[in-house]
């Protein structure tokens, strides 16, 4: 062969192998490419959301608001004054407010009723009552409400404002009970639950965090140990104990 076709020949598989050069440090990049969009499409937890029911809980949440409570006494037009039924009521509805945080308590009397007389002898009387039941004086205050009418048996308002623990409203039922094709609870599942307990709690405080450790009584342990170290242990607890004194 001579030199010229020689040359002619190499320079023609030159020209044919350089796009494959050029083309080959693409390759990683658009199988790294390739790789990343399949991911993006695995559904990898479907499964396990789908298993796991909603939580009450998460649902039916216990908050901690200031609601008002109230309470409505119907006061006779011949009554003289306050009634051993009206002041039972009032003891229950005293006994939950607290004279830690002093709320403001509001005895609203009726004007203009059949029954305004009755009810401002009574409402006194409610006053002196709650003195009687640890609401300091400073924290009463009397105040009327424009009755309906002429109305014979208004009655006189309470109000204080207390802090409580309560849930949201229960009884939604949006959906079909029958369908549980996605296996989660429906919407009203636990709220009767959440809302007894949160009925139960006697300072909602609590809920927020733990209350400050109150100091030890060193004479009362000291007594105990003292006790204790005098009665000694018992054979039976030695015979039913797994653990070598």
Known sequence: MSEAAFDT?????????????????????????IAVLLAGCANRDSVVVGSIPDDYRTNHPIMISEKDQKLDLPVAASAKGMTQTQRQALLGFFDAYDTGAAPVLTIAVPSGSANELAA????????RLAGASGIRSNRIAMASYQASGAEVAAPVRLIYTSIRAHTDKCGRWPDDLLETTEN?????????????????????????????????????RSEVIDIYRRRGISDEFLGNSEVNY
Do not use: W
């Open 120 to 127: 401002r002898a009574a409402a006194r009387d409610f006053a």
């Open 9 to 33: 020949r190499t320079a023609a598989v030159a020209s044919r192998s350089t796009p494959l050069r050029r083309f080959k440090p693409a390759l990683p990049v658009l199988a790294v490419a």
């Open 184 to 220: 989660k609870h429906y919407a009203n599942f636990g709220c009767s639950y959440q809302n007894n307990l949160a009925a139960q709690i006697a300072n909602p405080t609590d809920l927020l965090g733990p209350r400050k450790r109150t100091t030890i009584d060193a004479e009362n």
